[in-house]
């Protein structure tokens, strides 16, 4: 689909969850060992790509910003991050109306609903719990955009987890998880779904160019699940 097209929408595509690729005992493995893992090419995301630019596009300067400045005290550089959100989850009333109603309108609430219904099943084998849908919102991640490494023994919320969908638009993207010492890339490749669980070590290395391309843009289109049980 052309992304420059009139109104395109993300229509509730056929999702893959079985096959020799998927190699569920292989992500409960690494689940196990590392709190994530990702699912590879569940799904065709051509028109999710075309839906979360153009939302993304007529938000325009109503994406909010989230950030925390990094502080330095005793000689140790403390946590910080950047990136903006679409999310109704705000403290304006006004703003979760706008951002629901643009991500219902470009179909973005219709297919994570879709995608959640089809991949929880998956999920709930590969985390041996049982995880219900809240909602959906989308990452956003600009020029330099990052957020540094966290989680572990920092996340309290114990049953709260994230299948998040990178799209990746003239760059490429990753996500650092720790293994074995050492934090490792996980590459964003159309198509799969990744993982994330508590008490999970990551970041999210800063967006950079391509030579002599365009402006990079990355959007995390993310749902948010709850463990009960």
Not at 39 to 47: C, L, M, N
Not at 132 to 159: C, K, S, W
Not at 163 to 170: D, R, V
Not at 183 to 208: F, N
């Amino acid at each position: 689909m052309d992304i420059h097209s009139a109104h395109p929408v993300a229509s509730t595509s056929r999702f893959r969850t079985k096959g020799a690729d998927i190699g569920v005992d292989a992500l409960r493995a690494h689940y196990s060992a590392h709190r994530c893992a990702q699912i590879p090419r569940v799904t065709d995301v051509t028109e999710l790509k075309a839906a979360a630019l153009s939302a993304y596009r007529e938000l325009g300067d109503e994406v909010e910003l989230d950030a925390q400045e990094h502080t330095s005290a005793d000689g140790a550089l403390g946590y910080g991050f950047r990136l903006r959100r679409i999310d109704a989850k705000t403290d304006s009333p006004a703003r979760a109306e706008r951002v629901t109603t643009v991500l219902r309108d470009y179909g973005l609430l219709d297919w994570a609903e879709h995608a959640a219904h089809q991949l929880l099943p998956v999920v709930d084998t590969i985390t041996g719990r049982r995880l219900h849908y809240e909602r959906a919102f989308v990452l956003v991640y600009r020029e330099g955009d990052y957020i540094g490494p966290h989680g572990a023994e920092e996340d309290t919320d114990l049953d709260r987890f994230n299948l998040q969908f990178p799209l990746c638009y003239g760059t490429v993207g990753s996500m650092r998880v720790l293994r074995e010492g050492f934090l490792e890339p996980m590459y964003d490749r159309d198509g799969d779904a990744r993982l994330l669980g508590p008490r999970m070590w990551h970041e999210v290395p800063p967006l950079l160019r391509l030579p002599d391309g365009p402006d990079p843009l990355r959007l995390v289109v993310s749902l948010r699940l709850r463990a009960h049980g």
